[in-house]
């Protein structure tokens, strides 16, 4: 539809009456369409928002079984995403972690003696520097702000896609669990790819653009209670230590549930498990109990409590950033996972995907073409990206130290949160 011809070119915008197609409803496509709905001049006819989910709706329920963390203690985080996203006050009813003094993130040594706490100041207006939800729970949320404007197609995914002479876009589309081949297509004007790390979009349009092993390989699982969980898991989440090359996350799911995920550095990367495998989940445990036999309880509790549909053994995985090229890719714009994918030790991948949304959809209100707008965004999106990859990698590195460079890195830890408190950040 075109624009009324009594508006100023101010009041114009390229994409007002236009047509979106989002590829994927995770983190950053939710708040991507939210961000654009919010910051949406309401003098300018929207654009048409199509969410394209290749889960079906039952499947993507079952898979949110864990907990992440959500940063507030600067304006990268996933909680200043949320605040700008106007969804802060729906999201802290849901928060297991981190408000109200409860709970921090902390370094243990192998007796569950805290080498570390770390709870940073918030940034302005938030109420917490950093928080711990259940991936559910969130992601339900930023469904619930989109199913109120925009529907979602289910069982569908984005397979293929193709920038048309016209300017505009096709997109390819697999319905049904098999999602291999195309049997539908769909046009827009601009297409934001946010499905994931093992993007099909990427895997397209950037075929060398692969995930890297990361050099760490986890095994874990979830552990159930009927009681309450085990001190100190009941309050806190964090890192176990050993100095002997093992590492080994621990963070409550649930006031009944921990999450356990042991890891060490291995040269080959490993490959997945099969999931509906009872006697391959039995094994992991076992394994976890052998490599965490130094580990003090509740370790040895947990892991043996954990339920075998929740185990898992896999390689960590990531991504490096990159820039959009509009001119050759067409006005396709990846966020999220699908353009810079985080290994579980960068514990911001839900950041960076809220964030993502958030900062794209602003740059497109303000920009006045596709390219501009994805230029811009760019900017604030690679550095940020390349600059948690660079800390996961250190965190591998030192998580897994020994000898000298173990000991080195345990002295940092506890001059670091000093330091932390000297200055007035935590």
Not at 50 to 76: C, K, M, P
Not at 399 to 421: E, Q
Request: with cysteine; aromatic share 8%.
């Amino acid at each position: 539809m075109a624009i009324a011809s009594n508006m100023t070119p101010e009041e114009k915008h390229f994409l007002a009456g236009k047509r979106i197609i989002v590829a994927g409803a995770g983190m950053a496509g939710l708040a991507f369409v939210t961000g654009l709905r919010r910051q949406w001049n309401p003098a300018l006819q929207p654009p048409e928002i199509v969410i394209y989910e290749r889960d079906t709706q039952e499947t993507s329920v079952s898979r949110e079984g864990f907990s992440l963390s959500l940063a507030g203690y600067d304006e990268t985080g996933g909680l200043y995403a949320l605040k700008q996203l106007g969804l802060l006050d729906e999201v802290l009813p849901h928060v297991l972690l981190g408000l109200e003094g409860t709970g921090s993130f902390k370094v243990w040594g192998r007796d569950f003696g805290e080498q570390m706490s770390v709870r940073y100041k918030p940034a302005r207006g938030l109420p917490s520097a950093g928080i711990r939800i259940a991936r559910k729970n969130l992601r339900k949320v930023l469904l619930d702000a989109v199913e109120a404007t925009d529907n979602i197609t289910w069982g569908s995914a984005c397979v293929e896609a193709q920038k048309l002479a016209s300017g505009r876009v096709k997109v390819k589309l697999a319905r049904g669990e098999h999602d291999s081949k195309a049997d539908d297509e769909d046009e827009c004007d601009l297409l934001v790819v946010a499905d994931g790390a093992s993007s099909k979009l990427r895997a397209c349009l950037r075929p060398d653009d692969t995930l890297r092993y990361a050099g760490a390989v986890q095994l874990g699982g979830s552990a159930k209670f009927e009681d309450k969980i085990p001190h100190p898991l009941d309050d806190n989440w964090g890192m176990l230590l050993s100095g002997r090359g093992v590492a080994c996350f621990l963070s409550p799911i649930d006031h009944h549930s921990v999450v356990w995920a042991l890891s060490r550095l291995e040269a080959q990367e490993r490959r997945r498990i099969n999931p509906n495998d009872p006697e391959t989940a039995e094994k992991v445990i076992q394994e976890g109990l052998d490599l965490g036999h130094m580990f003090g309880e509740p370790f040895q509790t947990i892991v043996k409590a954990t339920d075998p549909a929740t185990v898992f053994s896999m390689p960590a995985r990531d991504k490096q950033p990159f820039y959009h090229d509009v001119s050759d890719l067409g006005p396709i714009v990846f966020i999220g996972d699908s353009n810079h994918a985080v290994s579980p030790f960068a514990g911001y991948g839900a950041s960076l995907a809220m964030k993502d949304g958030w900062d794209l959809a602003e740059q497109i209100r303000a920009a006045s073409d596709v390219e501009r707008a994805v230029t811009s965004y760019d900017a604030i999106s690679v550095p940020r990206a390349i600059k948690v990859i660079k800390e996961s990698h250190w965190r591998i590195e030192m998580a897994h130290s020994t000898g000298i460079k173990g000991m080195v890195f345990r002295c940092f830890i506890a001059f670091g949160g000093f330091l932390l408190w000297l200055t007035g950040r935590a």
